[in-house]
């Protein structure tokens, strides 16, 4: 029986859709690992939208597993919030997060990583 070694192609640049934090956090696990990553983004301009990103315990795990030292730099910079209530596409009441069950911190992402300004 004759084994044959399989041989994938080398992948040095990729091109990542969409810079939310999903693409953004892709593309600095991938430049860690010296990946060319180019993150692309249909907005023109970065701009408050209303929205923010809340991380809870796991999430903030993880962000420190890709960029160890960050989450320090978002307690420094963010803003811890205490409640987060939540409701349906219709406006209506479906609940809330006391402080104890949820801290968020909303912070630009290009003020906490030199990557995004690189």
């Keep these: 029986m004759e084994i044959k070694q399989v041989t994938s192609p080398v992948v040095n640049k990729v091109a990542i859709v969409g810079g939310g934090i999903g693409g953004l956090a892709t593309a600095v696990?991938?430049?860690?690992?010296?990946?060319?990553?180019?993150?692309?983004?249909?907005?023109?301009?970065?701009?408050?939208?209303?929205?923010?990103?809340?991380?809870?315990?796991?999430g903030l795990k993880s962000l420190e597993a890709v960029d160890p030292g960050i989450v320090e730099k978002l307690k420094e910079k963010g803003s811890q919030v205490s409640t987060i209530i939540a409701k349906t596409p219709t406006g209506q009441y479906s609940g809330h997060f006391g402080e104890r069950r949820c801290k968020a911190y909303s912070v630009s992402l290009w003020e906490i990583s030199p990557f995004f300004t690189s």
Excluded at 31 to 42: N, S
């Design 29 to 58: 696990a991938l430049r860690k690992q010296g990946i060319d990553a180019h993150v692309y983004e249909k907005a023109r301009e970065l701009r408050p939208v209303g929205a923010s990103l809340g991380l809870a315990p796991n």
